[in-house]
Nanobody, 113 residues
Framework: QVQLVESGGGLVQAGGSLRLSCAAS????????MGWFRQAPGKEREFVAR????????YYADSVKGRFTISRDNAKKTVYLQMNGLKPEDTALYLC??????WGRGTQVTVSS
């Protein structure tokens, strides 16, 4: 079994920054891809960013490209999401995901205008 625990969310003003972390644990942790999704109230879950666990290849949703950066630390089994230039429409529950597949419970990001 794999557990994913997100942290780093909070309340920030528009234009501000946050750095999310997702720490993985479990003997069967062996992803090809790790990523971030988000879900705002009343909306469907949407893809934000992903990274190849071995390759480091990254891919972003158009809505966050140029503002968010995904990275990983393989030794720490942790993936990060650096979020700059935050907008009120970025407000959502941010969830970590692996392709094994596993989901974290999420960390709330709220951006005030």
């Amino acid at each position: 079994q794999v557990q994913l625990v997100e942290s780093g969310g909070g309340l920030v003003q528009a234009g501000g920054s946050l750095r999310l972390s997702c720490a993985a644990s479990g003997r069967t942790f062996s992803p090809s891809i790790m990523g971030w999704f988000r879900q705002a109230p009343g909306k469907e879950r949407e893809f934000v960013a992903r990274i190849g666990w071995t390759s480091g290849t990254v891919y972003y949703a158009d809505s966050v490209k140029g503002r968010f950066t995904i990275s990983r630390d393989n030794a720490k089994k942790t993936v990060y999401l650096q979020m700059n230039g935050l907008k009120p429409e970025d407000t959502a529950l941010y969830l970590c995901h692996t392709d094994q597949p596993y989901w974290g419970r999420g960390t709330q990001v709220t951006v005030s205008s």
